[in-house]
């Protein structure tokens, strides 16, 4: 079948750096995204990971094993701002739809 | 900045009425994706769209739902008729390139309450 794993909550206080990880299962895997999402807005767009490796967006970084089905988020210096939901989301080759997780929630206290 | 723009953004009806949801995506780009988000399903695809053709809607319940695209500048997602149980957040986002597309600007939703 196909499914995506992720935490569903993460706490981490302001300054700090956090990893929400993500495991799928697919066929037809074409790359990983990652989503955020506030409270109350629409999901926006964070990272792409086509190929194996470490993609890096200011204090964002993305990473993905194709070998081990896993991918991660990586936040760092972490602002209050960051609190939200962090979707990770597969692309199928197969089909070309993308299928989110379920979303991790994370709040960043001071 | 190019936005998904969807209408109407808020509504609330009566169950067995008919509810139609619109969106405009952006110039340009070649897929369209409705996505219904509750807190107990998370994001759920519903039906998904490239260059305007219907690719996929096996997340849609077809007794109720329809999803279309009459044009490049519309897609619609009408519910008839509607339940309780349809209530949640309906996104529309789109996207550009190939198969896969992963990089998917949303819409800021349309929140439907069902009585």
């Known amino acids: 079948g196909q499914s995506l794993e992720q935490p569903s909550e993460v706490t981490a206080v302001e300054g700090a750096i956090v990893q929400i990880n993500c495991t799928y299962q697919t066929s037809g895997f074409y790359g990983l995204s990652w989503y955020q999402q506030h409270d109350g807005g629409a999901p926006t767009f964070l990272s792409y990971n086509g190929l194996d490796g470490l993609e890096e967006t200011g204090r964002f970084s993305s990473f993905l094993s194709r070998s081990d089905s896993y991918g991660y988020l990586l936040l760092q210096e972490l602002q209050m701002k960051d609190s939200a939901s962090y979707f990770c989301?597969?692309?199928?080759?197969?089909?070309?739809?993308?299928?989110f997780g379920q979303g991790t929630t994370l709040q960043v206290k001071p | 900045d190019a936005r998904v723009t969807q209408t109407p953004r808020h509504k609330v009806t009566e169950m067995g009425q008919e509810v139609t949801m619109r969106c405009q995506p952006i110039l340009g780009h070649n897929t369209v994706f409705w996505y219904r988000q509750t807190m107990m399903q998370g994001l759920e695809l519903l039906a998904y769209f490239r260059n305007r053709a219907p690719l996929d809607d096996s997340g849609m319940p077809k007794d109720r739902f329809s999803a279309e695209m009459p044009d490049a500048t519309l897609a619609t997602l009408k519910i008839q008729p509607s339940e309780p149980r349809d209530s949640a957040v309906y996104f529309c986002?789109?996207?550009?390139?190939?198969?896969?597309?992963?990089?998917?600007?949303f819409g800021a939703g349309s929140r439907l309450t069902v009585l």
């Open positions: 989301a597969y692309g199928s080759s197969n089909t070309g739809k993308l299928i």
């Open positions: 986002a789109s996207g550009s390139g190939g198969s896969g597309a992963n990089v998917l600007t």
